[in-house]
């Protein structure tokens, strides 16, 4: 069973930094759409950012965190990330990692997700 382990959360302050990362086991890293999702209580969960671990495809990010969050990873540590910069309190939320098998990827929709991670808590106070 494929394993996906968030961790980096915490609370910042607005304008503050985080890094999320998110270390995928039984898995063959290269042949997966990564993301990320978050959700807020009472709110669906929404797509932040994608990619695929092999190449394929482009890198996909929510319009509410372009030019702030960047998506990347470490294939040989079958790890993902997400840099977090200049936080804003819209940005509370349980981020979420996310892996579907596929050859390439555009963006990661919700209901096509096949495997989550547990979550880690990012809360950012005004």
């Known amino acids: 069973q494929v394993q996906l382990v968030e961790s980096g959360g915490g609370s910042v302050e607005a304008g503050g930094s985080l890094r999320l990362s998110c270390e995928a086991s039984r898995i063959i890293y290269k042949d997966y759409c990564m993301g990320w999702f978050r959700q807020t209580p009472g709110e669906e969960r929404e797509g932040v950012a994608a990619m695929h671990s092999g190449g394929g495809g482009t890198t996909y990010y929510a319009d509410s965190v372009k030019g702030r969050f960047t998506i990347s990873q470490d294939n040989a540590k079958s790890t993902l990330y997400l840099e977090m910069n200049r936080l804003k309190p819209e940005d509370t939320a349980m981020y979420y990692c996310?892996?579907?098998?596929?050859?390439?990827?555009?963006?990661?929709?919700?209901?096509?997700?096949?495997?989550w991670g547990q979550g880690t808590q990012v809360t950012v106070s005004s």
């Open positions: 996310a892996a579907l098998r596929t050859p390439v990827c555009y963006r990661l929709w919700v209901d096509s997700v096949k495997y």
